[in-house]
C-alpha cells in the first residue's frame, strides 16, 4: 500500500521568506500523480500544485514549485515570498496513475504554515 | 460561484443516535467523495460515487453508509455513532473523466461531535 510521509508537523516563516514543505512517499508504482493541498483555517481545501511522475520538469504555479525526486520519492514544495494568506495546513497527497481505476487520494497527515509578519 | 456546500458545518450527536451529513454540488460532477478527517491526521477516503455506482473503501466500517439521490446531493449516514467517530467530515467531487490527475474539489467539512 502507498504511503505518504510529512515529516514536518509545523513549520514558521517570516513574511515575504522563502520555505520548503517536505513530502515522502512509498509506491511500488512507476506512474502516479501527487498533488499538494492547502486547507485554511476553517475553509475548504484547495489544490496548490500537482505533478504527473512521468514528467521529469518540475512543475510551477506562481510563487508555489516543488522539487520532484522520483528516485528518492520525494516532493517537497517550496512556496516563494510568502505571504499572510499562505498560513494554513498543507496536505501532501499521492494517486495512482491506473485510469478507471481506485479513486483513491493518500494524503500525509499535513504541515501546519504560520507566516509571521 | 459553483462550489460544495456541505450542511452543516458543526453537527453534535448523542452516542449511537444516528446522524446524517449532507452534501452538495453545483459543479455538476460526476464523482463524489466522502473523507475522514481526525484530529492531527491524514483525510482517509471512506466512499466514493461514480455517478450512481457506490465504491466502498475496505476498511470503511459497516455503521457509515451513504447515499446519492441524484448528481447534486451525496448523503453520510452514521447508523451508531460511537466516540471514535468524532471527525471532520470533507465531501469531495471531481469531473466527469476518470482521471488521476483529476483535481478534488472539497467542500469546508462538518466537524461532528459524539457526546
Known amino acids: 500500500a502507498q504511503t505518504v510521509t510529512q515529516s514536518q508537523p509545523e513549520m514558521s516563516v517570516q513574511e515575504a521568506e522563502t520555505v520548503t514543505l517536505s513530502c515522502t512517499y512509498d509506491t511500488s508504482e512507476s506512474d502516479y500523480y501527487l498533488f499538494w493541498y492547502k486547507q485554511p483555517p476553517s475553509r475548504q481545501m484547495i489544490l496548490v500544485i500537482r505533478?504527473?511522475?512521468?514528467?521529469?520538469q518540475n512543475a510551477t504555479e506562481n510563487r508555489f514549485s516543488v522539487n520532484f525526486q522520483k528516485a528518492a520519492k520525494s516532493f517537497s514544495l517550496k512556496i516563494s515570498d510568502s505571504q499572510l494568506g499562505d498560513a494554513a495546513m498543507y496536505f501532501c497527497?499521492?494517486?495512482?496513475?491506473?485510469?478507471?481505476?481506485?479513486?483513491?487520494?493518500?494524503f500525509g497527515k499535513g504541515t501546519k504554515l504560520t507566516v509571521n509578519p | 460561484d459553483a462550489m460544495v456546500i456541505q450542511n452543516p458545518r458543526y453537527q453534535v450527536t448523542q452516542f449511537g443516535k444516528p446522524v446524517t451529513l449532507s452534501c452538495s454540488q453545483t459543479l455538476n460532477h460526476n464523482v463524489m467523495y466522502w473523507y475522514q478527517q481526525k484530529s492531527s491526521q491524514a483525510p482517509k477516503l471512506l466512499f466514493h460515487?461514480?455517478?450512481?455506482?457506490?465504491?466502498n473503501e475496505a476498511d470503511t466500517p459497516d455503521n457509515f453508509q451513504s447515499r446519492r439521490p441524484n448528481t447534486s446531493f451525496c448523503f453520510l449516514d452514521i447508523r451508531s455513532p460511537g466516540l471514535g467517530d468524532a471527525a471532520m467530515y470533507l465531501c469531495?467531487?471531481?469531473?466527469?473523466?476518470?482521471?488521476?490527475?483529476?483535481?478534488?474539489?472539497f467542500g469546508p467539512g462538518t466537524r461532528l461531535t459524539v457526546l
Open positions: 497527497a499521492y494517486r495512482n496513475f491506473a485510469q478507471g481505476g481506485s479513486e483513491k487520494l493518500v
Open positions: 469531495a467531487t471531481s469531473p466527469r473523466m476518470r482521471r488521476p490527475n483529476n483535481e478534488q474539489f
Open positions: 460515487y461514480y455517478d450512481k455506482d457506490f465504491n
Open positions: 505533478q504527473e511522475a512521468y514528467k521529469q
